[in-house]
């Protein structure tokens, strides 16, 4: 079956660093376009970071410069570096994949999910 197993999260301080993985099965992974999301209470669900299958990145402006997008493909594995973090950085991080086919496949809503992965940034 699909699965995208999130792990990585935790407590950390303002300013602190997490790493969170993603490790994907039941599916080519090399073939998706991988992202992470991410939603905090009250807030609604945004995307964070993308990693294309050739390696190209985005990420939304409020992380810009702070967090980093990797993939693995001989572990079907993707990555989020997380650095300088801030309170408004809490929330749960859910990891997602979506084939990479047609021309505006990078808009498209995921076709897989994991379960989410809880960061919480606070003194």
């Known amino acids: 079956q699909v699965q995208l197993v999130e792990s990585g999260g935790g407590l950390v301080q303002p300013g602190g660093s997490l790493r969170l993985s993603c490790a994907a099965s039941?599916?080519?992974?090399?073939?998706?376009?991988m992202r992470w999301y991410r939603q905090a209470p009250g807030k609604e669900r945004e995307m964070v970071a993308g990693i294309t299958t050739g390696g190209s990145t985005n990420y939304a402006d409020s992380v810009k410069g702070r967090f980093t997008i990797s993939r693995d493909n001989a572990k079907n594995t993707v990555y989020l570096q997380m650095n300088s973090l801030k309170p408004e950085d809490t929330a749960v991080y859910y990891c997602s994949a979506v084939r990479a086919s047609g021309l505006l496949y990078m808009r498209r809503e995921p076709d897989y999910w994991g379960q989410g992965t809880q960061v919480t940034v606070s003194s």
């Open positions: 039941g599916f080519t992974f090399r073939s998706y376009y």
